[in-house]
């Protein structure tokens, strides 16, 4: 792999567009549910002989399968428009046709927190207002006009009882949805804050989050850990020659070829501007010594393609072997002293650190 190809592209910032899709998806599904349920009351109101509610029931389900299509068709707003027509419609001939108290206004309610927390133009408050002016306005006329069409007490109850459940049951849903869109917006917001945009790699926080945890279970099992630093060289002059787009192509190679080389249980940080860090439990000394020695071969090895000619590329190593109750801090210091050594030793090699200076 070359540092031309094209898997060397930044990763995107990941949420928003999934948010979107989640949203769209979940309205798209209410679509079914409302569609499934008006099919219901198509035979609860021919059952309770309210004929003119079931050829309604009739209509929704026609107007959701519409939404549906909507949906599918990438016409969302028109569809939102549909559903809310349809809700509003439903709500207030059903009240108006059998009375207030058949519950169908609660289906009003349940556009509050959608619209609060959907609605990302700053509209919520005017629109909530609106709501509100319909729903008692809608109170007004029923205790004014209606019921047009009375049921008698007992089947008014049972369609009173039904709109309270129905409406329980999707308040609850539209909550939980809107939890798991919380929850998945926080993992990846924490993920984006732990991850470098350029490389993909962890970054410091990324790697802090999760080295002590590593080293602490290696520590506890006796087994050895190293750490593995490593730094671009010359990365300022190749910046200058070539241009910045260039150097975060070389990082991106960089990066790649430390990945290839890293084992399941290592964890590689980008650690700062053209510095790399490799910590790797389970690993002795002299493994990792060969380990660094693979990595500086393998980006050595590799010709960067930039306008048009070949450009060389070198990485100066440093390798720390942590002693048995050394914090990673002093772990990471070692290996950023070997480094240093490797760089004024001429670059383009490994250097041991020093070994941990025993107190006397
Ligand atoms: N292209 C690019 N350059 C970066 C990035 N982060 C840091 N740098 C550059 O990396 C260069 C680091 O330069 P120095 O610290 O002097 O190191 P060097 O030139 O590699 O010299 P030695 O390490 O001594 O070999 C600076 O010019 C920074 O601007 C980045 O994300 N992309």
Redesign the pocket.
Known sequence: MTASDPHYSAPRPRGSSLAGKAYWAMVQRVTVIAGAIDVGYIFLFAWLGASTLAWINVLSVLLYAAAYGLIGRKQNTLALLLIWFEVMAHAAIGSLLIGWDSGFHYFLLLFIPAIVVANSRGFSAPIVLGLLLYYLGLKAVCDQWGPLTPLPGAELRTVFWVHVCLVFAMSASIAAFYRRAILSAERSLVEQAQTDA?TGLRNRTGFQSQASEALARSQALGESVAVLLG???????F?DRHG?EA??RV?IHVARTLQTHARGGDLLARWG??EFLLLMPGCTQAQAEAAAERIRQAVVGTQIPIDGAEVPLSL?LGVACLGPEESLQSGISRADRALYDS?HAG?NRVTLALPLAVPA
């Open positions: 350029l730094d671009v060289d010359h990365f300022k002059q910046n910045h150097g975060d990082l501007g053209e100066s760089k670059r």
